[in-house]
């Protein structure tokens, strides 16, 4: 089983992007699909997470900004990001949950900035 994000890139603030992550592989089942993010010297936090029925959690600081949505049939979730500031500059990650283990994805860098 495979993790493949992208999407990523560099936008300026107050722009959008959209993060996708596909995932491949011999797959049975998969369960809750998220997003967190990094800094570097920082600890990798959660941006989101979103249930094979479609239920989300957000962290507040993405709240309101950021929506996770997931098409089970291409066993994809997606990260749209609205609204970005520079503060949201980081690698993107994405975790799910294959075959009930936990997969991750290489990860995609986001710059906002000006």
């Known amino acids: 089983v495979q993790l493949q994000a992208s999407g990523g890139g560099l936008v300026q603030p107050g722009g959008s992007l959209r993060l996708s992550c596909a995932a491949s592989g011999s797959i049975f089942g998969i369960g809750v699909m998220g997003w967190y993010r990094q800094t570097p010297g920082k600890q990798r936090e959660l941006v989101g997470t979103i249930t094979h029925g479609g239920r989300t959690n957000y962290a507040d600081t993405v709240k309101g900004r950021f929506t996770i949505s997931r098409d089970n049939a291409k066993n994809t979730v997606f990260l749209q990001m609205n609204s970005l500031k520079p503060e949201d500059t980081a690698v993107y990650y994405c975790?799910?949950?294959?075959?009930?283990?936990?997969?991750w994805g290489q990860g995609t860098l986001v710059t906002v900035s000006s």
């Open positions: 975790k799910s949950y294959v075959n009930w283990n936990e997969y």
